[in-house]
Nanobody, 116 residues
Framework: QVQVVESGGGLVQPGGSLRLSCTTS????????MGWHRQAPGKQRELVAT???????NYADSVKGRFTISRNNAENTVYLQMNSLKPEDTAVYYC??????????WGQGTQVTVSA
């Protein structure tokens, strides 16, 4: 059974930074794609950033230049460094880990609130 656990959320002022972490309990599994999605109140869940095993990244236009995704393949962990945060970044952030079989696993989410 695979478990995905996010951490690092919290309250930050506009312009501040946070670093989200996602760990997986995945003995024997290798995740082709790992990434972050977010869902703000009253809105649909949206992709934030993804990274493949060989380091190819993809970002939503709204976070390009401010967020950086990285991963540790050996430990099946993924991180999201968020800089220059804006109030519109406020959301629950979810980690997704996808196997080569395309089966995807999700975490429970971590709240990020950007407010003065």
């Amino acid at each position: 059974q695979v478990q995905v656990v996010e951490s690092g959320g919290g309250l930050v002022q506009p312009g501040g930074s946070l670093r989200l972490s996602c760990t997986t309990s995945s003995s024997g599994f290798s995740f082709y794609l790992m990434g972050w999605h977010r869902q703000a109140p009253g809105k649909q869940r949206e992709l934030v950033a993804t990274v493949t095993t060989n380091g190819i990244t993809n970002y939503a236009d709204s976070v390009k230049g401010r967020f950086t995704i990285s991963r540790n393949n050996a430990e099946n962990t993924v991180y999201l460094q968020m800089n220059s945060l804006k109030p519109e970044d406020t959301a629950v952030y979810y980690c997704q880990a996808t196997l080569y079989t395309s089966r995807a696993y999700w975490g429970q989410g971590t709240q990020v609130t950007v407010s003065a």
